[in-house]
């Protein structure tokens, strides 16, 4: 990895951690992308669910007063059967069809309201939020305007929404980690970023969470919810893009 990835990668550890502390989502959508953009596709994964996993897990215990943890019992529960088919099917995309994935994900955002009766608040509804929203995340590398819908109809406030989501994507890139991580370290783990990398990013990306978190309290739930949608939405725009010039040059 040159210098310039490298610096890179750990800018946007910070950037994408401050996105995700606010919308709960966006942030990750950008690192996966970002990553793909500089490594292979296999160490993107797993670099990601690194970085995600302390993003996610620090806020979590931030703001651990508004988390729903029987929604996240439930949650992590799917995850793991989740995590065992996917690691049984031994599916890595290549890398113009994960930009694809990537930019068609966000048109989850824009489906009308009348047409999602969900409620991750209940248990049946929060297991298959589990199973679906791992499984695309093992596949597309983010899953998080899919993990969004599940959330679109509960009575919970922003910090409750922006909580819950990041206690239960902790078990899903814990799952991203492992299914794509073991093969990878078992070959050598080539492509991965130094351990250099990790150790500024990682702080950096707690960092990025608690300047998210401080952004959070100062926006209004409708506010929340309106730019989440277009943030997202002009972040999957651009992966379209890339993975059409992916294909061509193909």
């Known amino acids: 990895m040159t210098l310039i990835a490298a610096a890179f990668v750990v800018c946007m550890a910070f950037v994408t951690a ?25 160490a993107a994964f797993v670099s990601h ?15 651990r007063r508004f ?13 793991l059967i989740a995590g065992v088919v996917v690691a049984f099917l031994s599916f890595t995309p290549s890398k113009p069809l994960l930009f694809l994935l990537l930019g068609l994900v966000p048109g989850l955002t824009w489906l009308p309201q009348r047409w999602i009766n969900l409620d991750a608040a209940r248990p049946l509804q929060a297991f298959l939020s589990g ?16 993990l969004d819908i599940f959330f679109v ?12 989501k990041a206690a239960t994507q902790v078990f899903a890139h814990l799952a991203k980690i492992v299914v794509y991580g073991a093969p990878m370290f078992a070959g050598g783990g080539v492509g991965m970023p130094p351990l250099w990398v990790f150790g500024l990013a990682v702080p950096l990306s707690m960092l990025g969470t608690v300047a998210g978190g401080a952004i959070l309290n100062r926006m209004s739930d409708v506010n929340f919810k309106r730019w989440t949608r277009w943030i997202v939405t002009a972040v999957g725009a651009s992966y379209l893009i890339q993975a059409a010039q992916l294909f061509l040059a193909g």
């Open 18 to 42: 401050t996105l995700s502390g606010v919308f709960g989502m966006a942030g990750g959508l950008v690192l996966m992308g970002a990553l793909a953009f500089v490594l292979p596709v296999q």
């Open 49 to 63: 669910g690194v970085l995600q996993l302390v993003a996610n897990g620090w806020r979590s215990i931030l703001h």
């Open 67 to 79: 988390v729903r943890w029987d929604i996240v019992g439930w949650y992590a529960l799917a995850s």
């Open 131 to 146: 199973l679906s929203v791992t499984g695309l995340n093992l596949t597309a590398g983010v899953a998080g305007p899919l």
């Open 153 to 164: 109809r509960t009575e919970l406030t922003r910090h409750a929404i922006v909580a819950t």
